[in-house]
């Protein structure tokens, strides 16, 4: 006997919800119910999944795997529905789109209009994350797409170029990098950088591609959303890094912030991220991601 995709979503939402009540609730059924469709499943896979205290639930080694592989199948299943009610339709119907920070506010204003007049009866659900944890929600089937900058290592997941965006300098008007010219990159100090806090990308893509060691120690500040980050460096509290693309979205159009360019590295084009679309190998919707890439190419 095999388990059942009720059985491995009852299992799922356990796992999440770390308790049978909140889970019973999420499955919409009674946690009686919840309960006899997980004793089930172990009683198929022949051990328990999880192990019941009072007040939590522990989820047991094989627990911990068969979540894995229950996200997968169900993952699955979910593209199989989606592709049976869209058969034929590209971009059409409910399409869950992930989206990092420093893309989501200046990338989607300037190309979801587009994309709603050439695809019209696409639904699209936008959510904003950093990176890892669009990549695990891609894994879990949780989206169909995530629009992340590379590099980035993720076993599993394939993607599609939407382009290259620049890495410039922010620096205060007053600052001597803010003279006219190219930056060169052994110009800066890691002691004079403002960055964005760990878990956002493009901290790790500018220190690496200016060949900078991150600052260390607990007096350093870090920024939660771009938008801070300008405010700080306006404030004259150091300099720090932007991608082209919010430059040209207007996020520092003020006088006490200054935009600079660093000179081109070695293979001749400057530091830069490259923009992609990624989903999960095996995804039935690889081509509607496909598309979507065309559709946010950068200009």
Known sequence: MLPTLRQLQYLKLLAEHGSFSRAAEAAHVS??????????LERILGAPVVERAR???IMT????EAVRRAEDVLA???????AAK???RLLSGRFRLGVIPTVAPFL???KLPSLKIAYPNLKLFIREDLTPRLIAALKAGQIDAAVIALPYDAPGVEHARIGDDEIMAAAPHDHALAAPGPIRPGSLRAEDLILLED???LRDHALAALDIEAPRGDDVFAATSLHTLIQMVGS?????????????AGLADTPSVVIRAFENQADGVPPHREIVVAWRSGSSRAAEARLLAEALKLD
């Open 61 to 64: 080694a094989v627990g911990v």
């Open 55 to 57: 007040g939590a639930v």
């Open 76 to 82: 699955r299943t979910e593209d199989l529905v989606e």
């Open 86 to 88: 869209n058969a034929g």
């Open 31 to 40: 946690q009686p119910a919840l309960s006899a469709g997980v004793q089930e």
């Open 199 to 201: 878990g956002h990308c």
């Open 108 to 110: 989607l204003p300037a």
């Open 236 to 248: 004259g509290l150091g300099v720090s890094f932007l991608p082209k693309m919010a430059v040209q």
